[in-house]
């Protein structure tokens, strides 16, 4: 393809984009999530033909031209911030949604590995004498001891929760930041995770108190673990870039997706905080088991509603209506 040709070819896109982007972060806050996205589709085509240009053409006015408008496009998708409640509403509203609709596929990877290993691992220690005596911490080892086949008298520690969720707030740190080994750092983090729930669940299956070990865990376990599958999908997003940038660079790439990554992480802090709050005033408390679980999943799952968007399909509702 000819300098001409690759102008004719793309000088339709590079139009819309600068319409689109004419009046910066400002002017895409009034667009909706689909033509959002679209802008910043038509951001990373441009980012390629620049390359392109630069390695084929080394003509200085498309090269100006096409660099200028990069620059502007950058400006416009990443600059802008929520300055008012407005915006801090549709990011929390619109954006992030959206967003965490892309990440998906890699949040269901996460979700996937965990759930396997867990399973896997809390059937093992259940079932296996050898995993009991090899794996489990010595607190559980030595009540299976003791417990000798009578009715156990294991209660789960109070610091065992608070325990649990430090250690999740650490795991989904980890596994989004260690995305950037390939996925490599991501994987084995949701693994070791997964291994320590499963074996304290095996265990204390085996000494006969997994309904006690799941009343305390659930209430707050359920967010949380939604929340590091977020943080861990996050990080499989940034390494995938690397493993599988399209036809963008892999540097090119690598920064798009950690961008819109990170904002999908920030969601997870609240998720947290939450599970705190429940761990801290629903732990030990008098309230049944079954109740504590019920609130538990109650707020896991209104937390999941907010992240496949109701908000956005209100919001697409009212500017589907016809305007007067």
Same mark, same amino acid.
């Given at each position: 393809?000819?300098?001409?040709s *690759? /102008?004719?070819?793309? %000088?339709?896109?590079?139009? %819309? #984009?600068? &319409?689109?982007? &004419?009046?910066g972060g400002r002017g895409l806050s009034s667009l909706s999530g689909d033509e959002i996205g679209e802008v910043v589709r038509l951001y990373l085509r441009a980012s390629t033909h620049l390359a392109q240009a630069r390695t084929q053409f080394h003509d200085p006015r498309l090269d100006g031209y096409l660099n200028g408008l990069v620059t502007q496009a950058h400006a416009a998708v990443y600059s802008a911030q929520p300055r008012t409640t407005r915006g801090f509403v549709r990011l929390l509203a619109v954006r992030y949604p959206e967003a965490m609709r892309r990440t998906s @596929? *890699? !949040?269901?990877?996460a979700a996937g590995i965990l759930l396997v290993v867990v399973l896997a691992s809390w059937a093992w220690v259940a079932t296996s004498a050898e995993a009991q005596v090899g794996l #489990?911490? @010595? =607190?559980a080892r030595d009540a299976i001891r003791q417990t000798g086949g009578r009715s156990p008298d294991l209660g789960p520690a109070p610091s065992l929760s608070a325990y649990i969720l430090l250690n999740n707030v650490l795991v989904a740190f980890l596994a989004f930041a260690l995305g950037i080994t390939l996925c490599v750092?991501?994987? !084995?983090?949701? /693994?070791?995770n997964a291994l320590l729930l499963g074996v304290l669940a095996g265990a204390f299956q085996v000494v006969g108190r997994a309904g006690s070990f799941w009343a305390l865990i659930l209430p707050h376990g359920v967010l949380e673990l939604i929340a590091i599958c977020i943080a861990a999908g996050a990080g499989l997003r940034m390494g995938w870039a690397l493993i599988d940038? $399209?036809? %963008? +660079?892999? $540097? #090119?790439? #690598?920064r798009d997706e950690t961008r819109e990554a990170v904002v999908v992480v920030v969601g997870v802090i609240p998720a947290f905080v939450v &599970? =705190? =709050?429940?761990?801290?005033?629903m732990t $030990?408390?008098?309230? +049944?088991?079954?109740?504590? /679980?019920a609130i538990g999943v109650g707020v896991a799952s209104l937390y999941v509603a907010f992240l496949v968007g109701w908000p956005v399909q209100s919001r697409r509702t009212a500017r589907g209506a016809p305007r007067s």
């Open positions: 393809m000819d300098i001409d *690759f /102008i004719a070819t793309y %000088r339709s896109e590079w139009t %819309r #984009l600068e &319409a689109a982007c &004419a009046e @596929p *890699f !949040v269901f990877v #489990l911490p @010595p =607190a750092g991501t994987i !084995v983090v949701l /693994i070791n940038p $399209g036809d %963008r +660079p892999r $540097g #090119l790439a #690598l &599970a =705190a =709050a429940i761990e801290g005033f $030990g408390t008098a309230l +049944p088991d079954g109740l504590e /679980i």
